[in-house]
């Protein structure tokens, strides 16, 4: 049974602005809010998920998005070093949390920052990371040499998709979904060499955060608002669970953000 | 030119990391120099390569530093140069940093600073006090002088051909060779005359006696006439040859006008020298009238600085020449401030000396009929050094003619 790690959006609210997404004069709103992870929860539990809860904590109302809690494969974790200080102070409840339940964790040099599987994700035999915006490459060669793996490092250029996990995601025979802008030439074409069966998201449909989704073998759990992209899973045999995430995205996240994998991968 | 080195490491092949980072560099403006690159034999293998990267300025370098420490690029530690004191003097450290006669900077306190002069085969002492780095040769070095060792904190930043620019140096800068076309080489070298005279560079000329031997030297006259020499560095013998011509109207005895050896001719070359003996020295023997033409009378008469080392073999010698070898090279490198092209003729000691004082951004012209003499310093592998071998008469007759005559 896939093991999944969410924390219930009881402190969650637009409090600080940290990427483009952000306006506190736009808040989100509160029971819109409840019903929205509510519908996300449920979901995940219908297709068969564990998922565990991690406690909420006052003052961290992005704590909600616990794919950025850190890395975890087999039974290692590594804790997120973030960028901003107005999300530094999660990593030690995960951290705690995943060591609770059995977790070796690892941490990475302080001056390295990095977001956890919000900018690192498994696709074929190689862990692909983003960089720039959230997460150092010099994480990525810690994080290579903690797990043994392969790590593929794509630039990240536009900062409305500043996690890898906004703008690429791995199906499960062994493609992926992608937004190809949201990443340099050279990123496009280290995805492109290492990844077969790309499906391209047009950029209207990209930016209702289509790419964040939640992949559970034959199932996509995604936000509403990618009718095309859709269409294309379900020619390849994959169902998709359109929610409504617009509370969430008024924080720039949506399924996948609110979603961590426990773990990601059983071995490299 | 500014430069740092960068180390990259981890997945940068397959993430094409490398590709993208020298693709950055190039499209700043600035150059690279893969040191070392290993790369990983397993897909999980991280690899590494070491680059220096070179910047036209230090902000361009700043820029693209910045740019690249993004990609992961980490900025090498700059070390300083390690010094020890000269045990006596005259005497080196062990293990001292033997210069080249390329620009070199010593990074001392964590500052780079340039060496002055560009000097080759000499130490580098360090003043921290005042911040500079000289090179210096053994007798100038003092016991107690802080002098790098080793090779540590050492910069040298070779000579950069013009991409843009072509000319005599890029075409023919090849091994000696008597079977160059010459008269294509010779007017090639005058434009290249009247290229340096154009700026703001002095010339400067080291000449054998062959160059009166051979009656060259009327054509010599009028280059310094029309201003194309600023220097002439020689010997004791092309000073007194001229000055039998200019009194005698003889080289070694020999008439040069008529050829045919002048009645007890071999004697005017002693007669000149106690001449300008009796009369002080070369500018008082001008001065008053004595010397009335020749090479060193244009000398005197154009403001053309000359410098006269000696040697054991000299007659006289005459008092203008500096008999102290360490003396006579300290005159020379007194001089050769501003100096941007250096034309040697028709003698071998001195422009192997002269050209051991080079930096090597100053272009030489070498002409001498000994094929070995051109060959030995060309092969000082400066690609702005050219040479050709020929008889220096029809040589400076040719030459004069482009150069003066505007041919």
Redesign the interface.
């Known amino acids: 049974m896939r093991q999944l790690l969410l924390c219930p959006p009881d402190h969650y609210g637009i409090e600080y602005e940290i990427n483009p997404w952000m306006s506190r004069a736009r808040g989100a709103d509160t029971a819109l809010v409840r019903t929205q992870w509510r519908g996300l929860h449920e979901k995940l539990c219908s297709l068969g998920c564990e998922v565990h809860l991690v406690p909420p904590q006052p003052k961290l109302p992005d704590m909600v998005f616990t794919a950025n809690a850190g890395l975890a494969v087999g039974k290692k974790f590594i804790p997120s070093n973030f960028r901003h200080k107005e999300r530094a102070g999660e990593a030690p409840f995960f951290a705690e949390w995943m060591q609770e339940h059995g977790y070796e964790v690892i941490w990475l040099p302080g001056d390295q920052f990095f977001e956890g599987e919000g900018d690192a994700l498994f696709a074929g035999d190689a862990l692909f990371c983003g960089y720039k915006f959230r997460t150092d490459v010099s994480a990525h060669r810690s994080v290579a040499e903690i797990l043994n793996c392969l790590v593929i490092s794509v630039e990240l250029v536009d900062p409305r998709f500043y996690h890898i996990d906004t703008c690429f995601c791995p199906l499960t025979d062994g493609g992926a979904i992608w937004f190809p802008a949201a990443f340099d030439e050279y990123g496009q074409r280290a995805i492109r060499s290492h990844v077969p069966n790309l499906i391209d998201v047009a950029e209207e449909e990209a930016a209702h955060f289509s790419c964040n989704a939640v992949v559970l073998e034959h199932n996509v759990v995604m936000p509403e608002g990618a009718p095309r992209l859709m269409e294309s899973l379900g020619k390849r045999g994959y169902t998709c669970h359109p929610l409504p995430m617009t509370e969430f995205l008024k924080a720039g996240g949506a399924c996948k953000c609110l979603t961590m994998l426990m773990p990601q991968r059983e071995t490299c | 030119m500014p430069s740092e080195t960068i180390q990259l490491?981890?997945?940068i092949i397959?993430?094409?990391?490398l590709?993208?980072v020298l693709d950055e560099i190039i499209s700043h403006g600035a150059t690279f120099k893969i040191g070392e690159v290993n790369i990983g034999e397993q897909?999980?293998d991280?690899s590494f390569a070491r680059i220096e990267v070179m910047a036209p300025d230090a902000n361009t370098l700043d820029a693209l530093v910045l740019r690249l420490r993004?990609?992961?690029a980490?900025v090498e530690e700059k070390k300083n140069v390690q010094l020890a004191t000269a045990p006596a003097d005259g005497v080196f450290p062990q293990d001292f940093y033997i210069t080249t006669n390329q620009r070199t900077f010593a990074r001392i306190d964590d500052t780079e600073i340039e060496v002055h002069p560009t000097l080759m085969d000499s130490a580098i002492v360090v003043d921290r006090a005042s911040k500079t780095a000289t090179a210096k040769r053994f007798r100038e070095v003092k016991k107690g002088m802080e002098t790098v060792v080793g090779h540590q904190g050492i910069r040298v930043e070779p000579l950069q051909r013009l991409a843009s620019h072509s000319d005599l140096f890029e075409f023919l800068s090849s091994p000696a060779s008597v079977e160059k076309p010459k008269s294509v080489v010779i007017r090639e070298m005058a434009q290249e005359i009247k290229r340096a005279k154009g700026g703001n560079g002095r010339i400067l000329v080291v000449g054998g006696p062959a160059i009166v031997h051979t009656g060259a030297g009327e054509h010599f006259e009028k280059l310094i006439a029309g201003g194309f020499v600023q220097r002439l560095f020689a010997g004791n013998a092309l000073a007194a040859h001229d000055l039998e011509n200019a009194l005698f109207g003889t080289s070694l005895g020999v008439n040069l006008e008529e050829g045919g050896l002048a009645r007890q001719g071999t004697q005017n070359y002693l007669r000149a020298i106690n001449a300008v003996c009796g009369a002080g020295g070369i500018r008082p023997a001008v001065a008053s009238g004595l010397v009335k033409r020749g090479i060193f009378y244009q000398c005197v008469k154009h403001g053309v600085d000359f410098v006269l080392a000696g040697s054991i073999r000299d007659d006289g010698p005459l008092p203008d020449v500096i008999t102290d070898v360490l003396e006579a090279q300290k005159a020379m490198r007194a001089k050769l401030d501003g100096v941007t092209m250096a034309v040697m003729m028709g003698t071998m000691l001195h422009s192997i000396a002269v050209a051991n004082l080079l930096p090597a951004t100053v272009k030489m012209l070498c002409i001498d009929i000994n094929p070995a003499v051109v060959a030995k310093l060309t092969e000082r592998g400066n690609f702005q050094t050219v040479g050709l071998v020929t008889d220096m008469e029809p040589f400076l007759r040719e030459l004069t003619s482009c150069v003066v005559g505007d041919r």
């Open positions: 490491r981890g997945h397959d993430s094409l990391i590709p993208k897909r999980k991280q993004q990609h992961g980490e």
